[in-house]
């Protein structure tokens, strides 16, 4: 199993369509996206090239592969408006294993990793996410590599049938 990093540069026809896919999956939507109602869950989102690029001009973006074959993605951006903790310097980082059969390898914790060593890089401290509280296996990931919660959004997405917090998450790198 070899797992490799490319820097997305300008968008391929194979980058689009996965996003598309994984943007589109009623398994993913949730843990992905914040959503206000049921709706939203099952609403449709169309990415294009534009999209993406528009996306580039703040964010640094990753593609995860393994073996060869696109199976994630993730990008991180400085100083967003969104942070819980307004540290100057800080990295919002998401992550997300889009091929179902990629997922519980071990593939997100090696490219975790190897986007906190991206930040550093950049001479960023402070790594701040949020995971939703439904999501377990997220949680216990974060946890294992070394985030800690540091505040909650109070009943922040929708997930069957209720609302949900959204934990807020810090590493210092």
């Known amino acids: 199993m070899k797992i490799s990093f490319q820097k997305t540069g300008d968008p391929t026809d194979k980058l689009i369509t996965?996003?598309?896919?994984?943007?589109?999956?009623?398994?993913?939507?949730?843990?992905?996206?914040?959503?206000?109602?049921?709706?939203?869950?099952?609403?449709?989102?169309?990415?294009?090239?534009?999209e993406i690029n528009k996306r580039l001009t703040t964010y640094h973006m990753y593609e995860i592969y393994l073996d060869n074959i696109l199976v994630g993605e993730m990008n991180y951006t400085v100083d967003p408006v969104h942070l819980y903790k307004k540290e100057r310097g800080t990295a919002w980082i998401a992550i997300t294993i889009g091929e179902e059969f990629a997922r519980g390898r071990g593939i997100g914790s090696t490219s975790l990793r190897y986007l906190e060593e991206q930040i550093k890089k950049q001479g960023l401290k402070r790594i701040e996410l949020g995971v939703f509280e439904f999501n377990k296996s997220a949680q216990k990931l974060y946890s294992k590599l070394g985030y800690q919660e540091i505040g909650k959004n109070k009943q922040f997405t929708y997930y069957q049938d209720r609302m949900w917090d959204d934990i807020r998450m810090e590493k210092y790198v």
């Open 18 to 50: 996965s996003l598309n896919k994984w943007e589109n999956d009623p398994k993913l939507i949730p843990l992905i996206h914040p959503c206000r109602n049921k709706e939203d869950v099952e609403s449709y989102v169309r990415i294009t090239k534009e």
